[in-house]
């Protein structure tokens, strides 16, 4: 199994900077990416940000510009360093890992429980 720790979230201004992280441990394969996923009040889980193992970055068009994703492969975990915050930023941020887990070779994705992101206006 693998399990994801969060830590971040809070509350800030509008303009404001926020930054969140996501340490994963266990031993259930290699990883091969990292992000993070959003979701507001009555809206779908979206894409924010990912990032795999040999550092290629995906972005949604809403945070281009504003938010990078970084990660850390040697402690297995993954920044959002979140600038220029809107109240439209405001939702739960969940950090996804997708693991090639050792016994079949196959994909699996991992979850934490969110961290809550508000931005004020």
């Known amino acids: 199994q693998v399990q994801l720790v969060e830590s971040g979230g809070g509350l800030v201004q509008a303009g404001g900077s926020l930054r969140l992280s996501c340490a994963a441990s266990?031993?259930?394969?290699?990883?091969?990416?990292m992000g993070w996923y959003r979701q507001a009040p009555g809206k779908q889980r979206e894409l924010v940000a990912d990032?795999?193992?040999?550092?290629?970055?995906d972005y949604a068009d809403f945070v281009k510009g504003r938010f990078t994703i970084s990660r850390d492969n040697a402690e297995n975990t993954v920044f959002l360093q979140m600038n220029s915050l809107k109240p439209e930023d405001t939702a739960i941020y969940y950090c996804?890992?997708?693991?090639?887990?050792?016994?079949?070779?196959?994909?699996?994705?991992?979850w934490g429980r969110g961290t809550q992101v508000t931005v004020s206006s």
């Open positions: 266990g031993s259930a394969g290699s990883i091969r990416s």
């Open positions: 990032i795999t193992s040999d550092g290629r970055t």
């Open positions: 996804k890992v997708v693991v090639i887990v050792f016994i079949t070779s196959y994909p699996r994705d991992y």
